[in-house]
T-cell receptor, first 116, second 113 residues
Framework: DAGVIQSPRHEVTEMGQEVTLRCKPI?????LFWYRQTMMRGLELLIY????????DSGMPEDRFSAKMPNASFSTLKIQPSEPRDSAVYFC??????????????FGPGTRLTVL | AQSVAQPEDQVNVAEGNPLTVKCTYS??????LFWYVQYPNRGLQFLLK??????LVKGSYGFEAEFNKSQTSFHLKKPSALVSDSALYFC???????????FGTGTRLTIIP
């Protein structure tokens, strides 16, 4: 299995530009999570999906952030317009929820976003 | 609400010595506890988990963790540290019916040759 795939691995953009981060979860997994990691705030859950439906987006910082999951094998996190304080590493993770089991989340390698 | 505390930002251990990385938690109900490791410029990797049963859980790379309900702790341990164990370690907790994992702030483990 290829694991969780994220693209791009690095993104440098200028303030005000739109940024789109992409994620392909592990095949067969029905949960997908987007996290953000910074030195100041640590690891924060932004949003998660179950069977392509957003379940909890309470961690999304502002309306500038949006996430979609059009099908079971693809999700995007979009920031429009981007700001320097959005600079962080963004992780996607997926898991398989089997009744009676509590399976771990598998993380992608992350996208390092720098907004100038 | 669920929360995790990792009281030590940094732990230094000599190679070959036993290591402990501390974690305490707070939840309503039964906790389901996880340890993850993060190497530089990589995503988090799962190490081990406690769901139910034996309080001593064994995981990857020779790590183990002990669940202590009375002390609400889930400390990560290894009998003999390797330089390659140097990394950032995260404890996390969730509860039944809640897929959200709450992570601690992380502990940077440095193994000194």
């Amino acid at each position: 299995d290829a694991g969780v795939i994220q693209s791009p691995r690095h993104e440098v953009t200028e303030m005000g530009q739109e940024v789109t981060l992409r994620c392909k979860p592990i095949s067969g997994h029905d949960y997908l999570f987007w996290y953000r990691q910074t030195m100041m705030r640590g690891l924060e859950l932004l949003i998660y999906f179950n069977n392509n439906v957003p379940i909890d987006d309470s961690g999304m910082p502002e309306d500038r952030f949006s996430a979609k999951m059009p099908n079971a094998s693809f999700s995007t996190l979009k920031i429009q317009p981007s700001e320097p304080r959005d600079s962080a590493v963004y992780f996607c993770a997926s898991s398989f929820a089997d009744r009676g089991r509590f399976n771990e989340q598998f993380f992608g390698p992350g996208t390092r976003l720098t907004v100038l | 609400a669920q929360s995790v505390a990792q009281p030590e930002d940094q732990v230094n251990v000599a190679e070959g010595n036993p290591l402990t990385v501390k974690c305490t938690y707070s939840v309503s109900g039964n906790p389901y506890l996880f340890w993850y490791v993060q190497y530089p410029n990589r995503g988090l990797q799962f190490l081990l988990k406690y769901i139910t049963g034996d309080n001593l859980v064994k995981g990857s790379y020779g790590f183990e963790a002990e669940f202590n309900k009375s002390q609400t702790s889930f400390h990560l341990k290894k009998p003999s540290a390797l330089v390659s164990d140097s990394a950032l370690y995260f404890c996390a907790v969730r509860t039944f019916g809640n897929e959200k994992l709450t992570f601690g702030t992380g502990t940077r483990l440095t193994i000194i040759p």
